[in-house]
């Protein structure tokens, strides 16, 4: 993690996106901007919560881990999204593990700061009521679209998912063999059945099964079987 101490960059991408008014001036000098590089850790599940995220560019992935060690991924988000959000609200440990799926900007600011100058700020808490009712509605849409949704259907989506940031540019084009257990727990399917739906993924065409890794050899026959479907 590096954080960037520069105010105007900061105010650079809280315009772009479209969220200067969710922050009053008293906490602006409290808000800094945070480089992940891909594969870093931004939070840790059980950790103490501390800061409040806002994800302005890249990709991140949330995991949750057992007690026997076994993780379980739970989504992949892009702009906007509010990491430690319900930690804040709620007083609580870190629930979920982030990582940087990509290259990653984020927008911190720690939760004593929030509670001074925003408590009582009515854009902020509109924004931060819209963001936790928004996980809900996702996490909802995503429980029917493993139940309502083949496999084929449901494994494209997450490849799709996977491999292309914000801007739908490939980043890294492939999918790493060990991490097919997770996988099939996402998409609500056997691990079995995940290997010969990508089994006939390979004899169409769409991807190739190579060095423990799956590549993506036609994106645009996934995204057509996605049916516009990406896992969030």
């Known amino acids: 993690m590096k954080e960037i101490k520069d105010h105007q960059l900061v105010q650079s991408y809280l315009q772009a996106k479209h969220l200067e008014s969710i922050f009053n001036e008293a906490i602006m000098p409290y808000l ?29 992935k949330i995991y949750t881990t057992s007690a026997e060690g076994k993780t ?23 629930i979920n593990t982030v990582e940087a799926v990509s290259t990653v900007y984020m927008i911190g600011v720690q939760h004593t700061m929030l509670k001074k100058f925003t408590k009582d700020f009515s854009p902020f ?7 936790i009712t928004e996980k809900f509605y996702l996490k909802n849409n995503s429980m029917s679209f493993n139940l309502m949704y083949p496999v084929e259907v449901r494994l494209a989506s997450y490849l799709l998912s996977v491999t292309q940031d914000e801007n739908e540019s490939l980043f890294t084009g492939q999918l790493s063999t060990t ?9 609500g399917t056997s691990y079995r059945h995940l290997n010969r739906v990508i089994r006939q993924f390979c004899s169409d065409g769409l991807v190739e099964r190579a060095k423990g ?13 996605a049916g516009g479907n990406i896992y969030e």
């Open 125 to 131: 808490l509109q924004f931060i009521l819209k963001i």
């Open 213 to 225: 890794s799956i590549l993506i050899k036609d994106r645009e026959a996934l995204k057509t079987l």
């Open 32 to 60: 800094s901007l945070y480089h992940f590089e891909q594969g870093e850790l931004i939070l840790s599940q059980g950790e103490p919560s501390k800061y409040l995220y806002v994800l302005v560019k890249g990709k991140i």
């Open 179 to 187: 991490s097919l257990t997770d996988t099939a727990n996402l998409i």
């Open 72 to 94: 379980l991924i739970l989504s992949f988000k892009s702009p906007i999204e509010v990491i430690g959000d319900i930690e804040y609200v709620q007083e609580i440990d870190t």
